[in-house]
Every structure is written in structure tokens, then in C-alpha cells.
């Protein structure tokens, strides 16, 4: 009896993650229908207006994790969202075209000249220019293309959230907001070398406890019809959220860029005082005076980390993280399969390599 | 009898006037309202995270001349909408909210260092930046500012729009992507000197006439249900548009600083093909020389232009345009004091003085 009851829950658990898969799927070929469409459309316009349509194909045809949709589906799921209603799949596909868009525009502001293991939309621009010789200057040419196909990813961002349920609508204007507001405190944060873990902590909220985790759990939940789980959606995306930026701060301090596709030691090259750095200071007065002390070198901020064991603490604090963001939905009103798939989800950005 | 008649004509001109007046009126203060109520909101979170929201404002509260809100309300009134309704108020916001977000993200592109009579966003918060000696480079950190406050007011204006009717959704989608792709054409156009009249026309036909004219009126038109007056405004807003682009080129080239509010001699020193010089090479093949040999200076491009005559046979074409304008509505089924508003109003944009 009870080996039948196991066989079926893992049948379940199967089908459940079959079914995301699947949105994931139907998301990633809305998406690029989506893109596709517009090509043509400007296309048949001028030659020359196909560009920025293309530079953002190429972006979103290079990959990525897609987390946020992945995140919006399961919301929805876990909410008993219908699977054949096609109006997740756009509200999923809106969140990824938004994150092409800050991605495009944050590798401007970060001079970063690398992602999804291509050159970014900008160094791509301005090599080229460089290349042909073209009049002014090769970084402002390249660096302004980037900041309109980052503007075009923000207006079809906008097209394809329109499809979704009039409840999406307060979430996802919060989101968008504090996502550029967020951003724009992480950089003044660095410029002005603010040391102060309780605002990196609040920034690391904003760009990914809300923005990757929280509010794509809640537009999910939300085209569902069921904001009533926003609350524990809310405690859930704080918890793994930190785990996931823990995780980030960690693989662009130790990572390999060949993994991540983008350049390693950035933060420390640009200052940035990253959730890993303010949460290691406020343990550790070794960190603090590191920290607190300018001009170290990327190098010496990484083997002074390692020398205090801080990768080994913050490991175990994901591992803690995760499972506060389980104890957060242990009690949710939703099938238990989806519990279980969340908390899976869960591990896997923590845990996550690249 | 007849003078009666006069009378009452004058007096409706002027009741529609100041109908028009009240709702831009109205508009402003939406505006206004609007940006207050989000600095009290992030005020209440962390003191940095205003700053954005500030600079906004700033930008917003130095003026300009709402010129596609002007041309929203018109159209709304025109196509008989009610002054009463909210909608259109919100509807003229969000445009000229899109039109912050592109002016902040345009002058980062042409490293024009003032608006409005003021300090760029980004040149403001360079300066900014290099008077605390803050980390990292200055220009970067004015650059991603105004980048993201240009993203934060593409997202409002967003936000603002949600509020108008369904009907302007398609209008307002093209609009926004069509603003984009226009931008995009006119850079790389310029960076790779590209001498074609066509191309110079179909720009500022993407860039002035429907950006600035013909789809603002069409939103005006739709938010009033009356999308049958989309055709002769769209060729209102072509021939008005074109008008508009060429004063604005004109003044760009011959015009003083002082009243533009932004700097002088700016389109040539970026070797933009504009809609000006493709005009002029078409009808003078000394301006065919000039344009096509690289290496002229601003002041030179300029004293060549005043020597073949070219500023007075502007003049006249732009007073043909107007002229074509109000041609095209001349059989439209509006009230007629309208159509003398909107005649008015063509002749304000083409012989504008800033």
C-alpha cells in the first residue's frame, strides 16, 4: 500500500514537472514567434531597422536559465492555474523579455563586456563600429545601440504582459519599478563605496529575492486567480532569493567564467558591495577592514576571503536559506506535489554551477 | 447677422481652447501627482532609492512644450471626446512620461550635455561624480544613471497608459517601437554616414511625424472612439511631422542655444544625415558635395547651407507642409472649430522659435 502511495506521488511529482516543462516550452516558443514577427514586420519596412530586432534575437536565442518564468509557471501551477491557458506563457515569456532588457542595459553599466558566453550587445556594437571605421566615437556607438535594444526589450515586455489577467498588473508594476530602483542604489552604493550591509541586503532583495524569485511566484499565482498566496510566496522568495544571490556573489568571486558566460570578479572590480561581502563582514572584522579600506585589487578580495573561510560559511547559510524558503510554504494551501517541486526549485538556484 | 455669427465662432474657438488648456492643465498636474506619490513611496523605504525618482522629476518640472500631449488632447476633443473623462488626461501623461524616458536615453546617445536650459541626467550626476571623487569612471556612472531613470520613465509611462481605453493599445505599441527603431536607424545611419534622402525622410517620419503628430492624435482619436479619423490624421501628422522636423533641424543648425534650451550645431557635429540636409542635397548638388565629403566642420556645413539659400527655401517648403496639413483634414467629419485648432496648432509646431 504504501509502496503503491510512493509510486504514485513520484508519478505525480513526474507529470508535474513534465507540465512546467512543457509552459517552459510553449514560453520559449512564444517568445521567439513573438521576435520572429516583429522581424518581419520591420523588415518588410527597411533593410537597416532589423538590427535591433536581431541583437535581441540573438540575446534570448543564446540561452540563459530562465528562472523567472520557470518561476512564474510553477506559481501558477502550484496555484492550479489551467495548463491549456495560454495566458501564463506570455506573462512568463514578458518576464524573460524584461530580463533581456535589464540585462542589456546592466552589461552597459557594468562595462562587462561578456554574457551568455557572447560579447554583450554593446562590446558587439562597438567592435563593430571600430571594425568599419565608422564616424564618432566606437564605445558611444556601441553603448547607444545597447541602450535602445534594451529600450525595445522594455515596450515588448510591456506587449506581452498585456495578455495576461488584470490582476498581474499591480505585481508586475512593482516589479519593473523597483528592479530600476534597486539598480540604481546598487550603483551609487558602489560609486560612493557605502558600506552598509543592511542596504546591500536591501538591494539583494530587490534584484533578486523580489525580482527573480517573489513577484514572478506571484504573477503566476495572480493569472491563476489566487493572490492569496502572495503572502508565503513573499517568505519564500526573501529566503531563497538570498540564497540565490549568495550564490551569484560566490560564482562571480570563485567562479569560471567559462561556466557563467560572463566575466568573473566583476563585483570586485567595481566595487560593489555584494550581499556575500556584507554579510561575511558583519561576521568576520577581517572582512570589515578589507572591505572598509580601499584599493585592493579583485585578487586580494578573493584570497582574503578564502583565508577567513568565508565560502564555507556562506555555503552552509544557503543551505539554511533553503530551508526557511521550504518552512515558508510547509503549511501554503496548494497540492503538496507542487511543495515538493518548490522546494526542489529551491536547492536548484542555490546549488546552482553556473 | 453674419457678424453674429463671427461672434460665435471666436467664442467657441475659444471655449475649445480652453478646454484644451484645462485638460493639458489637468495633465500636468496628473503628472505631477503621479511622480509624487512614487518619491513618497520609496522615500519610505531608503533614503537613496529617491534619487532616482528626483532627477525625473527634475527633468519633468524644467518644462518643454507637451507637445504630444497637446496633440492627444486635440485629437481626443476633436473626435468629440469628453472633457470629463480621466482617461485622456491619463493618456497625454504617459506620452509625455515616454517622451522623458527618450529625451534622457537620446542625450546620453549624442553626449548633449543640456536640456531644457539645464544639465543632461547624465552629465548632471557625472559632475556629480567627479566633484566627490567617487569609485570607477564618471562618465559610466552619469551614463547608467540616466539610463536607468530613462528605463524608470519608460515604465511609468507604462504604467500611466494602463488606465487609458483598450482601443490604444495597438496605436501605442507601435508608437513606442517604431520610436525605438526610428532611433536606432538614425544612429547607425549616422555612425556609418549614410547619404540617402529616402532613408533621412523615412527617420523623421518615424521620429517627428508619427512619434510627435499623427500617433498622439490617433491615441486622442481612439480614447474617444473614433478610430475612422486615424487615416486623415496620419496624413496631418506626415506632412505636419515633416514641418516639425525641419524647424527642429533648422534650429538645431541656425538657431541659438539660449532658447532651445539644449546645444546648438549638434546634428552636424554627429554627422547626422538629417531630414534638412537630405532636403537641401536633393535641390543643390553643391549641398550633394558638402554632404558626401567627410571632414567639414559644424560652422562650415552651416555657412554653405546659409551661402546656396537654403534656409529661405526651407521656409517656403515648411509653409507648403503646413499647408498639406490642413488639406488632409480638410473633409474629415469633425467640428469645424477643431479643424481650425488643429490648423492653428500646425502652423505653432512648424514656426516655432524653440
Redesign the interface.
Known amino acids: 500500500m504504501e509502496m503503491t502511495c510512493i509510486g504514485t506521488d513520484q508519478e505525480l511529482t513526474a507529470l508535474a514537472r513534465r507540465t512546467r516543462e512543457d509552459l517552459l516550452q510553449r514560453m520559449e516558443d512564444h517568445l521567439r514567434a513573438f521576435l520572429s514577427a516583429?522581424h518581419e514586420l520591420?523588415a518588410g519596412?527597411?533593410d537597416?531597422?532589423v538590427?535591433?530586432?536581431t541583437a535581441l534575437t540573438d540575446l534570448v536565442a543564446a540561452g540563459g536559465k530562465r528562472i523567472r518564468p520557470a518561476f512564474c509557471i510553477a506559481g501558477y501551477l502550484a496555484a492550479d492555474g489551467d495548463p491549456g491557458d495560454p495566458a501564463v506563457v506570455t506573462a512568463a515569456a514578458a518576464l524573460e523579455m524584461l530580463h533581456a532588457?535589464a540585462l542589456i542595459?546592466d552589461d552597459?553599466?557594468d562595462?562587462s563586456d561578456q554574457r551568455r558566453g557572447r560579447p554583450t550587445v554593446h562590446a558587439h556594437h562597438s567592435a563593430l563600429?571600430a571594425r568599419?571605421a565608422?564616424?564618432?566615437e566606437a564605445r558611444?556607438?556601441g553603448?547607444?545601440?545597447a541602450?535602445?535594444?534594451?529600450?525595445?526589450a522594455?515596450?515588448?515586455s510591456?506587449?506581452l504582459m498585456?495578455a495576461a489577467p488584470a490582476a498581474v498588473?499591480p505585481v508586475w508594476?512593482t516589479l519593473?519599478?523597483e528592479l530600476?530602483?534597486g539598480?540604481?542604489?546598487d550603483?551609487?552604493?558602489?560609486?560612493?563605496?557605502c558600506v552598509d550591509p543592511a542596504?546591500s541586503r536591501?538591494i539583494a532583495l530587490a534584484k533578486s529575492g523580489h525580482y527573480t524569485i517573489h513577484r514572478p511566484l506571484v504573477v503566476g499565482a495572480g493569472a491563476a486567480g489566487r493572490p492569496d498566496l502572495a503572502p508565503a510566496f513573499e517568505k519564500y522568495g526573501e529566503a531563497v532569493g538570498e540564497a540565490f544571490q549568495l550564490r551569484d556573489d560566490l560564482l562571480d568571486a570563485f567562479g569560471d567564467s567559462a561556466d557563467t558566460g560572463k566575466p568573473a570578479g566583476l563585483d570586485f572590480a567595481?566595487?560593489k558591495m555584494t550581499l556575500l561581502l556584507g554579510w561575511a563582514m558583519q561576521r568576520d572584522d577581517r572582512i570589515h577592514d578589507l572591505v572598509t579600506t580601499?584599493g585592493h585589487t579583485p585578487d586580494e578580495v578573493r584570497r582574503r576571503l578564502l583565508d577567513t573561510g568565508v565560502p564555507d560559511d556562506v555555503e552552509k547559510h544557503i543551505g539554511d536559506l533553503v530551508e526557511q524558503g521550504c518552512e515558508a510554504i510547509a503549511d501554503v494551501p496548494i497540492d503538496p506535489v507542487w511543495r515538493g517541486e518548490l522546494a526542489a526549485m529551491a536547492a536548484r538556484v542555490a546549488f546552482r554551477t553556473t
Not at 541602450?147 to 525595445?152: C, E, M, N, P
Not at 550603483?187 to 563605496?193: K, L, Q, Y
Open positions: 516583429e520591420w519596412v527597411n537597416r531597422a538590427g535591433a530586432v532588457s542595459h552597459v553599466i562595462a563600429h568599419h565608422w564616424q564618432g558611444r556607438f553603448e547607444g545601440v541602450v535602445l535594444v534594451g529600450d525595445l522594455l515596450v515588448y510591456e506587449q498585456a498588473v508594476n519593473r519599478s530600476m530602483i539598480q540604481y542604489m550603483m551609487t552604493a558602489a560609486a560612493e563605496f542596504l536591501w567595481q566595487h580601499p
